[in-house]
Protein backbone atom coordinates (compact mmCIF):
# COMPACT_ATOMS: atom_id res chain seq x y z
CA UNK A 1 0.00 0.00 0.00
CA UNK A 2 0.88 3.18 -1.02
CA UNK A 3 1.89 5.78 1.83
CA UNK A 4 0.36 8.67 -0.20
CA UNK A 5 -2.12 7.92 -2.22
CA UNK A 6 -4.00 10.63 -4.74
CA UNK A 7 -6.02 10.46 -7.73
CA UNK A 8 -3.83 11.43 -11.14
CA UNK A 9 -6.90 13.04 -12.57
CA UNK A 10 -6.79 15.32 -14.60
CA UNK A 11 -9.51 16.72 -13.00
CA UNK A 12 -11.30 19.04 -15.00
CA UNK A 13 -13.12 22.15 -13.54
CA UNK A 14 -14.87 25.13 -15.23
CA UNK A 15 -13.72 28.53 -14.50
CA UNK A 16 -15.25 29.82 -11.37
CA UNK A 17 -16.11 26.44 -9.87
CA UNK A 18 -14.67 24.76 -7.23
CA UNK A 19 -11.95 22.04 -7.54
CA UNK A 20 -11.78 19.62 -4.83
CA UNK A 21 -8.70 17.76 -4.65
CA UNK A 22 -8.58 14.46 -2.36
CA UNK A 23 -5.41 12.45 -0.43
CA UNK A 24 -5.64 9.97 1.59
CA UNK A 25 -2.11 8.54 3.79
CA UNK A 26 -1.45 5.46 5.77
CA UNK A 27 0.20 6.08 8.66
CA UNK A 28 -2.23 7.08 11.15
CA UNK A 29 0.53 8.66 13.46
CA UNK A 30 1.29 11.75 11.00
CA UNK A 31 0.27 14.75 12.56
CA UNK A 32 1.24 17.36 9.54
CA UNK A 33 0.21 17.75 6.07
CA UNK A 34 1.54 19.72 2.98
CA UNK A 35 0.11 20.92 -0.49
CA UNK A 36 2.42 21.73 -3.26
CA UNK A 37 1.32 23.15 -6.32
CA UNK A 38 3.44 22.26 -9.19
CA UNK A 39 3.52 24.00 -12.68
CA UNK A 40 5.07 22.06 -16.11
CA UNK A 41 8.49 22.04 -15.50
CA UNK A 42 8.43 24.15 -12.44
CA UNK A 43 9.60 22.70 -8.76
CA UNK A 44 6.59 22.45 -6.14
CA UNK A 45 5.57 25.38 -4.57
CA UNK A 46 4.01 24.87 -0.82
CA UNK A 47 0.71 26.45 -0.58
CA UNK A 48 -0.59 25.20 2.31
CA UNK A 49 -0.12 23.27 5.44
CA UNK A 50 -2.36 21.97 8.43
CA UNK A 51 -1.91 20.11 11.29
CA UNK A 52 -5.30 20.08 12.90
CA UNK A 53 -8.58 18.18 12.24
CA UNK A 54 -11.11 20.66 10.50
CA UNK A 55 -10.76 23.55 7.97
CA UNK A 56 -7.40 25.70 7.81
CA UNK A 57 -8.59 28.63 5.11
CA UNK A 58 -6.01 30.90 3.54
CA UNK A 59 -7.68 32.99 0.94
CA UNK A 60 -9.27 31.21 -2.25
CA UNK A 61 -7.63 27.62 -0.50
CA UNK A 62 -9.23 25.59 2.12
CA UNK A 63 -7.49 22.63 3.48
CA UNK A 64 -9.45 20.15 5.18
CA UNK A 65 -8.40 17.23 7.74
CA UNK A 66 -9.26 14.31 8.52
CA UNK A 67 -7.80 12.51 10.80
CA UNK A 68 -9.70 9.61 11.86
CA UNK A 69 -10.53 8.51 7.87
CA UNK A 70 -6.57 9.46 7.26
CA UNK A 71 -7.71 12.00 4.87
CA UNK A 72 -6.75 15.22 3.72
CA UNK A 73 -8.14 17.57 0.92
CA UNK A 74 -7.57 20.94 -0.91
CA UNK A 75 -10.78 23.19 -1.89
CA UNK A 76 -10.21 25.91 -4.55
CA UNK A 77 -13.28 28.55 -4.80
CA UNK A 78 -13.26 30.30 -7.80
CA UNK A 79 -11.59 28.26 -9.90
CA UNK A 80 -8.68 30.55 -12.46
CA UNK A 81 -7.05 29.17 -15.10
CA UNK A 82 -3.73 30.10 -13.78
CA UNK A 83 -4.82 27.20 -10.91
CA UNK A 84 -4.14 24.35 -13.84
CA UNK A 85 -1.11 22.27 -12.25
CA UNK A 86 -0.62 19.17 -10.48
CA UNK A 87 -1.15 19.29 -6.96
CA UNK A 88 1.25 16.92 -4.72
CA UNK A 89 -0.11 16.03 -1.34
CA UNK A 90 2.59 15.34 1.06
CA UNK A 91 2.91 14.49 4.51
CA UNK A 92 5.90 13.64 6.81
CA UNK A 93 8.27 10.16 6.64
CA UNK A 94 7.63 7.50 9.84
CA UNK A 95 11.34 7.36 10.77
CA UNK A 96 12.04 11.08 10.53
CA UNK A 97 10.92 14.18 11.32
CA UNK A 98 12.06 15.86 8.11
CA UNK A 99 11.84 13.30 5.58
CA UNK A 100 8.78 14.16 3.27
CA UNK A 101 6.63 11.43 1.91
CA UNK A 102 4.91 13.20 -1.89
CA UNK A 103 1.89 11.33 -3.76
CA UNK A 104 1.85 11.12 -7.08
CA UNK A 105 0.21 14.12 -7.59
CA UNK A 106 -3.06 15.32 -9.22
CA UNK A 107 -3.40 16.63 -12.25
CA UNK A 108 -6.51 20.10 -12.22
CA UNK A 109 -7.15 21.70 -15.69
CA UNK A 110 -9.55 24.76 -15.41
CA UNK A 111 -11.42 25.53 -18.05
CA UNK A 112 -12.59 28.77 -19.32
CA UNK B 1 16.07 37.42 0.36
CA UNK B 2 17.14 34.57 -1.76
CA UNK B 3 14.98 31.41 -2.49
CA UNK B 4 17.23 28.17 -3.00
CA UNK B 5 19.20 27.77 -5.99
CA UNK B 6 20.41 25.22 -7.65
CA UNK B 7 23.03 24.75 -10.60
CA UNK B 8 23.21 24.02 -13.55
CA UNK B 9 19.31 23.69 -14.55
CA UNK B 10 19.69 21.33 -17.54
CA UNK B 11 22.41 18.13 -17.70
CA UNK B 12 23.26 15.58 -20.39
CA UNK B 13 25.32 13.33 -19.57
CA UNK B 14 25.90 9.47 -21.13
CA UNK B 15 25.35 6.15 -19.61
CA UNK B 16 28.33 5.48 -16.43
CA UNK B 17 29.43 8.59 -16.33
CA UNK B 18 29.15 10.72 -13.16
CA UNK B 19 27.26 14.13 -11.89
CA UNK B 20 27.42 16.81 -9.21
CA UNK B 21 24.42 18.69 -9.12
CA UNK B 22 24.98 21.89 -6.64
CA UNK B 23 22.61 23.40 -4.53
CA UNK B 24 22.18 26.44 -1.99
CA UNK B 25 19.50 26.75 0.51
CA UNK B 26 17.25 29.84 1.16
CA UNK B 27 18.92 32.35 3.53
CA UNK B 28 18.48 31.39 7.15
CA UNK B 29 18.29 27.93 6.72
CA UNK B 30 20.34 24.95 7.47
CA UNK B 31 19.18 21.84 6.24
CA UNK B 32 19.52 20.77 2.90
CA UNK B 33 17.51 17.54 1.26
CA UNK B 34 17.59 16.38 -2.01
CA UNK B 35 14.34 14.67 -3.86
CA UNK B 36 14.37 12.87 -7.31
CA UNK B 37 11.45 13.55 -9.47
CA UNK B 38 10.82 11.13 -12.16
CA UNK B 39 8.10 12.41 -15.06
CA UNK B 40 4.82 11.72 -13.64
CA UNK B 41 5.77 10.94 -10.33
CA UNK B 42 5.93 12.65 -6.68
CA UNK B 43 9.43 13.87 -5.65
CA UNK B 44 10.84 10.75 -4.08
CA UNK B 45 13.68 11.72 -0.54
CA UNK B 46 16.94 10.66 -1.35
CA UNK B 47 18.35 12.28 1.97
CA UNK B 48 18.91 14.94 3.89
CA UNK B 49 22.23 16.67 4.97
CA UNK B 50 22.38 18.79 8.71
CA UNK B 51 25.44 20.21 10.45
CA UNK B 52 27.73 18.75 7.14
CA UNK B 53 26.30 15.05 7.80
CA UNK B 54 23.97 12.78 5.93
CA UNK B 55 20.98 12.83 8.81
CA UNK B 56 18.58 10.62 6.53
CA UNK B 57 18.17 8.12 3.77
CA UNK B 58 15.95 6.91 1.26
CA UNK B 59 15.53 4.52 -1.14
CA UNK B 60 18.63 5.17 -2.90
CA UNK B 61 21.57 2.66 -3.77
CA UNK B 62 25.33 3.86 -2.89
CA UNK B 63 25.58 5.30 -6.28
CA UNK B 64 24.06 8.38 -4.51
CA UNK B 65 26.02 9.99 -2.80
CA UNK B 66 26.63 13.66 -1.15
CA UNK B 67 27.94 16.30 0.73
CA UNK B 68 27.31 19.78 3.16
CA UNK B 69 29.41 22.84 3.21
CA UNK B 70 30.23 24.93 6.22
CA UNK B 71 27.90 27.58 4.78
CA UNK B 72 25.44 24.73 4.21
CA UNK B 73 25.41 24.69 0.51
CA UNK B 74 25.43 20.83 -0.62
CA UNK B 75 26.53 18.61 -3.58
CA UNK B 76 24.71 15.43 -5.10
CA UNK B 77 26.72 13.20 -6.56
CA UNK B 78 25.69 10.29 -8.68
CA UNK B 79 28.35 7.52 -9.96
CA UNK B 80 27.98 5.34 -13.25
CA UNK B 81 24.79 7.07 -14.49
CA UNK B 82 22.24 4.76 -15.83
CA UNK B 83 19.28 5.65 -18.14
CA UNK B 84 17.02 5.33 -15.23
CA UNK B 85 18.44 8.52 -13.40
CA UNK B 86 17.23 10.73 -15.79
CA UNK B 87 14.61 12.94 -13.58
CA UNK B 88 14.22 16.67 -12.08
CA UNK B 89 16.01 16.82 -9.26
CA UNK B 90 15.08 18.69 -6.76
CA UNK B 91 17.02 20.30 -3.47
CA UNK B 92 14.46 21.55 -0.39
CA UNK B 93 16.03 23.92 2.38
CA UNK B 94 14.37 24.23 5.96
CA UNK B 95 15.48 25.34 9.57
CA UNK B 96 16.15 22.66 11.50
CA UNK B 97 13.84 23.61 14.64
CA UNK B 98 14.15 20.51 16.32
CA UNK B 99 10.55 19.75 15.83
CA UNK B 100 9.31 15.83 16.65
CA UNK B 101 7.28 14.42 14.51
CA UNK B 102 6.37 17.81 13.31
CA UNK B 103 8.41 18.69 9.86
CA UNK B 104 10.33 21.92 9.05
CA UNK B 105 8.63 23.74 6.28
CA UNK B 106 10.76 23.05 2.89
CA UNK B 107 10.96 25.11 0.26
CA UNK B 108 11.97 23.81 -3.12
CA UNK B 109 14.59 25.32 -5.18
CA UNK B 110 14.10 25.24 -9.31
CA UNK B 111 15.60 22.06 -9.91
CA UNK B 112 18.15 20.21 -12.00
CA UNK B 113 17.22 18.28 -14.86
CA UNK B 114 19.13 15.38 -16.05
CA UNK B 115 19.11 13.16 -19.34
CA UNK B 116 21.17 10.22 -19.27
CA UNK B 117 21.48 9.15 -22.60
Known amino acids: QKEVEQNSGPLSVPEGAIASLNCTYS??????FFWYRQYSGKSPELIMF????GDKEDGRFTAQLNKASQYVSLLIRDSQPSDSATYLC????????????FGSGTRLSIRP | DAGVTQSPTHLIKTRGQQVTLRCSPK?????VSWYQQALGQGPQFIFQ???????QRGNFPDRFSGHQFPNYSSELNVNALLLGDSALYLC????????????????FGPGTRLTVL
Open chain 2, 92 to 107: ASSFKAGGHRGTDTQY
Open chain 1, 27 to 32: DRGSQS
Open chain 1, 50 to 53: IYSN
Open chain 1, 90 to 101: AVPGYSSASKII
Open chain 2, 27 to 31: SGHDT
Open chain 2, 49 to 55: YYEEEER
